[in-house]
Antibody, heavy 120, light 109 residues
Framework: QVQLVQSGAEVKKPGASVKVSCKAS????????MHWVRQAPGQGLEWVGA????????YYARNLEDRVTVARDTSTTTVYIEVSSLRYEDTAVYYC?????????????WGQGTLVTVSS | QSALTQPASVSGSPGLSITISCTGT?????????VSWYQQHPGKAPKLMIY???DRPSGVSNRFSGSKSGSTASLTISGLQAEDEADYYC?????????FGTGTKVTVL
């Protein structure tokens, strides 16, 4: 079965960086775009970024592209997101997602989420 | 890219139907047929309910249906059940990025 298992919660100080991982299994990892979405406490969903199946292309939300890096390791079927220069407003649950390939554009599987807290 | 506009809350009685709207622009919903809907229960990850405007993934109840007219997409839940009480988000793919809606809290009376 398809599984996306994310790393554990993180607490970071403002200005620091955080790296969250997402281990994929149960499907052909190199066939799918992988994405990250975040959700601040009590707020809605925000698309953060994505990486192509081979890792050759990345896409980022315009308001975050200077501070976010998405990468993937095909050998370990793991996708990563790193957020630098953390701000209080980066506090959120970060979700790893798989994009469907059979038709159109949507996210058919989500990781369990990783809470990143930015606090002094 | 601005968030898509959804009503903050919608409610309905068990067995009846409700519709959630999702308003975008001519550049996103009005242009692309890549509208999807997600259901999120408290403390849980969202779940895909509808993709490509009106297609249902395997395992999703046929009580959920989607449609689009111009720059507004809609999700209809028929035969409302207690388990449908959750937050719902629309989303659209546009030009190598995704935009989500503001979210709608569905309450079953």
């Amino acid at each position: 079965q398809v599984q996306l298992v994310q790393s554990g919660a993180e607490v970071k100080k403002p200005g620091a960086s955080v790296k969250v991982s997402c281990k994929a299994s149960g499907f052909t990892f190199s066939n799918h775009y992988m994405h990250w979405v975040r959700q601040a406490p009590g707020q809605g969903l925000e698309w953060v970024g994505a990486i192509s199946p081979t890792g050759g292309r990345t896409y980022y939300a315009r308001n975050l592209e200077d501070r976010v890096t998405v990468a993937r390791d095909t050998s370990t079927t793991t996708v990563y997101i790193e957020v630098s220069s953390l701000r209080y407003e980066d506090t959120a649950v970060y979700y790893c997602l798989r994009e469907i390939i059979e038709a159109g554009k949507a996210f058919d599987y989500w990781g369990q989420g990783t809470l990143v807290t930015v606090s002094s | 890219q601005s968030a898509l506009t959804q009503p903050a809350s919608v409610s309905g009685s068990p067995g009846l139907s409700i519709t959630i709207s999702c308003t975008g622009t001519n550049s996103d919903i009005g242009y692309y047929n890549f509208v999807s809907w997600y259901q999120q229960h408290p403390g849980k990850a969202p779940k895909l309910m509808i993709y490509d405007v009106s297609d249902r993934p395997s395992g999703v109840s046929n009580r959920f249906s989607g449609s689009k007219s111009g720059s507004t997409a809609s999700l209809t839940i028929s035969g409302l059940q207690a388990e449908d009480e959750a937050d719902y988000y629309c989303s659209v793919w546009t030009d190598n990025s995704y935009v989500f809606g503001t979210g709608t809290k569905v309450t079953v009376l």
